[in-house]
């Protein structure tokens, strides 16, 4: 364990939306770390029996603040609020969807944040996953903001960051959507904080059984990670470096 953060209050987060085959695992995984976080759920008004079994694995279960869809971004913004009004002095976010989660994921990305300012997950995927980040989010990042063009995963729910470093970011107005991952990397990029990635080995994870044999299913999230990198290029001057791209 890590002398510097093994006094501080380490809280993981999981958004979850109909997540009752994982969320025990992931809980009761989480609750495993060295670290000993407390773990927070933000609920999307899940049909299935998500709340009442990440209760049962000891979980404080919040309910995002509204019934707008999709909201990945709206549950991050929820989990941050409650992980600040517990003084969490460092908060880790997580995939309720993750199937070899082990407590070392949670033990890394916060080790991971004693030399730098935010840590984030990469792992290795089927080829067929991540359609987004290759297709959409990795191209456009190489045109708009080049100098995060090695970052293997840009919208991977694995993060890591101290309380203060969410609670500057959060108050430059994060989008509601699916396009709130991308946006924390480049607004934490944009204010100088020092971002590293870290090898987590396999990543499986349930919504990859939904969209593997029909990727249409991730058009709403491919528009709004779209859209939320056209926006910061906007924001931060970037916009005219699409008349640079020779094709
Ligand atoms: N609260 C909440 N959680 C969500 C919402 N959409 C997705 N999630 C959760 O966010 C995480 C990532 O979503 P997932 O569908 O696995 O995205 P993918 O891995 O990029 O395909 C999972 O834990 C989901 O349950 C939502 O609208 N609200
Ligand atoms: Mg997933």
């Known amino acids: 364990m890590n002398k510097?953060?093994?006094?501080?209050?380490?809280?993981?987060?999981?958004?979850?939306?109909n997540e009752e085959n994982t969320i025990e695992h992931v809980i009761t995984t989480a609750k495993k770390s060295r670290y000993n976080p407390e773990v927070i759920v933000v609920d999307a008004y899940?049909?299935?029996?998500?709340?009442?079994?990440?209760?049962?694995?000891?979980?404080?279960?919040?309910?995002?603040?509204?019934r707008?869809?999709?909201?990945?971004?709206?549950?991050?913004?929820?989990?941050?609020?409650?992980?600040?009004?517990?003084?969490?002095?460092?908060?880790?976010?997580?995939?309720a969807d993750i199937k070899n989660l082990t407590p070392e994921w949670i033990d890394k990305l916060v080790d991971g944040c004693t030399n730098c300012d935010m840590a984030r997950g990469y792992y290795q995927r089927h080829t067929?996953?991540?359609?987004?980040?290759?297709?959409?989010?990795?191209?456009?990042?190489?045109?708009?903001?080049?100098?995060l063009s090695n970052i293997e995963q840009p919208?991977?729910?694995e993060v890591c960051a101290r309380t203060e470093v969410w609670k500057n970011l959060?108050?430059?107005?994060?989008?509601?959507?699916?396009?709130i991952d991308i946006w924390f990397l480049i607004?934490?990029?944009?204010?100088?904080?020092?971002i590293k990635e870290i090898f987590l080995g396999n990543k499986e994870h349930t919504s990859f059984e939904d969209y593997?044999?029909?990727?249409?299913?991730?058009?709403?999230?491919?528009?709004?990670?779209?859209?939320?990198?056209?926006?910061?290029?906007?924001?931060?001057?970037?916009?005219?470096?699409?008349?640079d791209v020779k094709i």
């Open 170 to 179: 959060l108050e430059k107005n994060p989008p509601d959507g699916w396009g």
């Open 155 to 157: 919208l991977g729910g």
């Open 187 to 194: 607004e934490a990029a944009m204010s100088g904080y020092q």
């Open 128 to 147: 067929r996953d991540a359609a987004v980040t290759k297709l959409i989010a990795k191209p456009m990042m190489h045109i708009f903001f080049p100098e």
């Open 212 to 243: 593997r044999e029909d990727v249409s299913k991730l058009a709403k999230m491919a528009e709004q990670v779209e859209f939320a990198i056209i926006k910061e290029a906007t924001r931060h001057g970037r916009i005219n470096l699409h008349k």
């Open 4 to 17: 510097q953060i093994s006094s501080q209050k380490i809280v993981v987060i999981f958004p979850a939306k």
């Open 46 to 66: 899940s049909s299935d029996a998500t709340v009442e079994k990440a209760k049962k694995a000891g979980a404080k279960v919040v309910q995002q603040d509204d």
């Open 68 to 95: 707008l869809f999709p909201a990945k971004g709206i549950a991050m913004k929820k989990g941050l609020n409650e992980a600040i009004s517990i003084n969490a002095d460092i908060i880790v976010f997580l995939d």
